[in-house]
């Protein structure tokens, strides 16, 4: 930190200038006399990182650069601001920052899923603060109300829609009926969709921000590959439909969850009664009640429902991404750095004490929603109850449509092991009584 006029001076360089970048450079010049107020100290920008600089007529050429390697190296920078993406060069650039001492706050997901280890003990050993509330759920203040404001309580379960673009075209075939492919076609005319929306539909988005999540709330390193994942180019206009007939939608969900009798956790189990206490990390479309909190979160609003031991159920909404929200949650992270260089300390490290084992997915508990064609004859049911009963799973209810000689069950199981359900669904397809095992989705919660 250098000095300049009456108040001390911060200074701070920004990699990239995209869609967020741009944004952070706008509200840190249009409010530098406030943020400096709140602050104490002067944010100076010294330099914006960039690939290509004359795309950005609206930042000052004598701060644009292309050598972003030089500029986190630079021993006068205070703070970097990553808001790049992607994992090279950004991994090196901000080791690079983060080992000589610098402050660094990243939007990166993709970044501190896969190598959040590393960036936190490179932090820990410089004494450097890392902050990343925009990496999860935009403008939605998440981390650090994980991370500070509950830090006294147990958090039981982190359950969100993290994920606009996915929210954005599950909820248009809820609204319209339309299928998954002309939904994502409309996404991407919108500008909801990138023009390969594989991070988004497959899940990856979802699966980086849920492997955030679990990290802070259960103490615990746990990476985009410790998460289940599954997208949404499976769901289609017969499974919202199948949902609406139980009162539900649909939603693909990040959920992460404290759980029991995981094998090989020494950790004493939820409530101290089942021993082996672990983690559940997983992305899926789901089932979920319209009276859920999360079922009314529509379009591309995300919104975190997350249970507490003693505090209970509260629930974060608002904007997940976008250039301005984005960058307010960037801007609160500067501020928060800028504060402990001032004040001479840091803020909060990483927290991985519990290291709880991930519970595999197949022990995984949900009930489902079964979907089948099958004859429409005697003893099709006794056959299809005794391939769920042959599992292990039990049903909860079974409904028949269609007559003649086709029929479909839908069937709903009370709570299985995920392992389980798909021994179920390979008896069933040996069924000559059975056509298709046309949809197979979990449903979260009780049904009405
Ligand atoms: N967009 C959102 O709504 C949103 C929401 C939450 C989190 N995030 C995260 O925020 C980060 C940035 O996203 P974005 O949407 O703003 O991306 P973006 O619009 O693609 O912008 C990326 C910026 O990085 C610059 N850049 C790329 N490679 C560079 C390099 N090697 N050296 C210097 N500059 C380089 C680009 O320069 P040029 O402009 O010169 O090409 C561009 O300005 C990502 O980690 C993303 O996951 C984004």
Request: charged letters at 20%.
């Given at each position: 930190m250098t000095s300049g006029g009456k108040l001390p001076a911060v200074r701070i360089a920004v990699l990239g200038a995209g869609v967020v970048g741009s944004q952070v450079v706008r509200l840190l010049t249009e409010q530098a006399d406030e943020l400096a107020a709140r602050v104490g100290a002067k944010l100076d920008l010294v330099a914006v990182a960039v690939r290509r600089p004359a795309r950005h007529p609206e930042i000052p050429v004598e701060l644009l650069t292309t050598d972003a390697a030089g500029l986190v190296a630079r021993d006068d920078i205070d703070i970097v601001v990553e808001v790049i993406g992607g994992i090279e060069p950004t991994k090196d650039l901000l080791l690079t920052a983060l080992r000589?001492?610098?402050?660094?706050?990243?939007?990166?997901?993709?970044?501190?899923?896969?190598?959040?280890?590393?960036?936190?003990?490179?932090?820990?050993?410089?004494?450097?603060?890392?902050?990343?509330?925009?990496?999860?759920?935009?403008?939605?203040?998440?981390?650090?109300?994980?991370?500070?404001?509950?830090?006294?309580?147990?958090?039981?379960?982190?359950?969100?829609?993290?994920?606009?673009?996915?929210?954005?075209?599950?909820?248009?075939?809820?609204?319209?009926?339309?299928?998954?492919?002309?939904?994502?076609?409309?996404?991407?005319?919108?500008?909801?969709?990138?023009?390969?929306?594989?991070?988004?539909?497959?899940?990856?988005?979802?699966?980086?921000?849920?492997?955030?999540?679990?990290?802070?709330?259960?103490?615990?390193?746990?990476?985009?590959?410790?998460?289940?994942?599954?997208?949404?180019?499976?769901?289609?206009?017969?499974?919202?439909?199948?949902?609406?007939?139980?009162?539900?939608?649909?939603?693909?969900?990040?959920?992460?969850?404290?759980?029991?009798?995981?094998?090989?956790?020494?950790?004493?189990?939820?409530?101290?009664?089942?021993?082996?206490?672990?983690?559940?990390?997983?992305?899926?479309?789901?089932?979920?009640?319209?009276?859920?909190?999360?079922?009314?979160?529509?379009?591309?609003?995300?919104?975190?429902?997350?249970?507490?031991?003693?505090?209970?159920?509260?629930?974060?909404?608002?904007?997940?991404?976008?250039?301005?929200?984005?960058?307010?949650?960037?801007?609160?992270?500067?501020?928060?750095?800028?504060?402990?260089?001032?004040?001479?300390?840091?803020?909060?490290?990483?927290?991985?004490y519990a290291a709880l084992p991930i519970q595999p997915m197949g022990q995984v508990l949900s009930r489902y929603h079964i979907s089948l064609d099958v004859d429409d004859r005697a003893g099709v049911l006794a056959a299809v109850a005794t391939a769920f009963a042959e599992a292990g799973v039990s049903i909860s209810t079974v409904r028949q449509e269609g007559r003649d000689r086709d029929a479909t069950l839908v069937i709903v199981t009370h709570s299985a092991p995920d392992a389980a359900l798909a021994g179920t669904v390979d008896r069933l397809a040996e069924l000559d009584s059975v056509h298709q095992v046309t949809s197979v989705m979990r449903v979260m919660g009780d049904l009405r």
């Open positions: 000589r001492g610098a402050g660094v706050i990243t939007a990166n997901k993709a970044l501190l899923a896969e190598h959040g280890p590393e960036l936190y003990e490179a932090a820990d050993a410089a004494g450097a603060d890392l902050y990343f509330e925009a990496a999860v759920a935009g403008a939605i203040p998440l981390i650090r109300p994980l991370r500070e404001s509950l830090a006294g309580d147990r958090i039981s379960r982190i359950m969100g829609i993290v994920n606009g673009t996915t929210n954005y075209i599950l909820s248009a075939m809820v609204d319209t009926g339309m299928g998954y492919q002309e939904a994502l076609a409309e996404a991407t005319r919108l500008g909801y969709a990138e023009a390969d929306p594989t991070a988004d539909v497959d899940g990856f988005d979802a699966a980086a921000k849920a492997a955030i999540l679990a990290s802070i709330g259960f103490h615990t390193r746990v990476g985009a590959a410790d998460v289940h994942r599954e997208g949404i180019a499976a769901v289609s206009a017969a499974d919202i439909s199948a949902a609406r007939q139980i009162g539900c939608t649909v939603k693909l969900l990040a959920i992460c969850e404290r759980v029991s009798g995981v094998a090989g956790s020494t950790a004493p189990g939820v409530d101290g009664r089942d021993g082996g206490e672990g983690v559940s990390a997983r992305v899926h479309p789901v089932m979920l009640p319209t009276s859920h909190p999360l079922a009314s979160v529509d379009g591309a609003f995300n919104a975190v429902y997350v249970e507490a031991e003693a505090a209970g159920r509260l629930m974060f909404y608002g904007p997940g991404a976008g250039g301005a929200p984005t960058a307010s949650a960037v801007l609160g992270d500067l501020v928060a750095v800028a504060r402990n260089r001032v004040s001479g300390g840091t803020g909060p490290r990483e927290s991985s």
